[in-house]
């Protein structure tokens, strides 16, 4: 076990320790988040409603899947910034990271490691009870999609055609919903 990490348990060393044992149950999860990674990027989406993505550097691109799912893990957490105590469900297709953020640890590789210690050390931190749980690939399309930087936006628009038929027949709008710049329909 690399030095540093001997004193987070250095208390279990203690045999008075284990007979402070509590029943563990996770709270209810205030913030769900799916979360995925491809070779190119990463994305995720809140129960909130919120949408982030962002693209692995050359050296991330390169690393295990294993360790961009944990690092994707500590992103949201960053991101998201949930207020302290609100437990955090992570809705992930990735067996071993949805594993060690249930078991909170046993990887095996070093590299691994160095992503628990700063999952659990923001974790602790910020008093954030995390839990994982399994989803499919097919259940998680939105933060897949956003991971590979195809369109799963909650932004849309009507085909611009579709948008002139219904302003010939109903006549122009005074506002335009569709305000994000890639979605405006009035041009003014």
Known sequence: MPGHLTQFV????????????????????????AADTSVIGWGLQ???GHQQQGAWSERDQSAHINIREC?????AMKEFKPSPGAAICFQMDNQVALHIINKQGTARSEALLWQLEE???????HRLPLSAQFVLEVESQGANAISRFKT????????????????????T??????????TIQLLQ
């Open 10 to 33: 250095q208390r279990w060393l203690n045999p008075a320790t284990l007979s402070w044992w509590v029943l563990w149950a996770p709270s209810p999860p205030l913030l769900t988040v």
């Open 46 to 48: 809140s129960s909130q």
């Open 71 to 75: 690092r994707v893990v500590i992103i």
């Open 119 to 125: 999952i659990f050390r923001w974790d602790y931190q």
């Open 152 to 171: 799963a936006s909650a932004e849309w628009s009507l085909c611009q055609s579709v948008f002139s038929s219904l302003t010939l027949r109903w006549g």
């Open 173 to 182: 709008p005074e506002i335009d919903l569709f305000i994000n710049k890639d």
